[in-house]
């Protein structure tokens, strides 16, 4: 199983990206998709979910600026982050959890390792 985010880099303030993470081994219709960072000097934190029913869960710190998608004939769940601010700069990972997505941004737990993450930077 492989969970493998791209799409990071360097962004002013109040710009936009969009982070892609490619799922394999794994069905959408078993697992829930979580999008997740970790700052540095922080702990893990989830931030958003994509279930498998396809509803869409956020953490409140980007509920509005952020919207998760999929495309499960590319196997691959988006996040587009807009109005980024510097406090967004972090690596940036995708896992996945057959809990809830209330439970996956929450816990901001994945079944699955990580991977490398992608690093996002927002600064001027």
């Known amino acids: 199983v492989q969970l493998q985010a791209s799409g990071g880099g360097l962004v002013q303030p109040g710009g936009s990206l969009r982070l892609s993470c490619v799922v394999s081994g794994i069905s959408f219709d078993t697992y829930n998709i979580g999008w997740f960072r970790q700052a540095p000097g922080k702990g893990r934190e989830g931030l958003s979910c994509i279930s498998k029913e396809g509803g869409s869960h956020y953490a409140n710190a980007v509920r509005g600026r952020f919207t998760i998608s999929s495309d499960h004939a590319k196997n691959t769940v988006y996040l587009q982050m807009g109005d980024l601010k510097p406090d967004d700069t972090a690596v940036y990972y995708c896992?996945?959890?057959?809990?809830?997505?209330?439970?996956?941004?929450?816990?901001?737990?994945?079944?699955?390792?990580w991977g490398q993450g992608t690093l996002v930077t927002v600064s001027s």
């Open positions: 896992g996945a959890s057959p809990s809830i997505c209330e439970a996956v941004i929450v816990t901001a737990r994945s079944i699955f390792n």
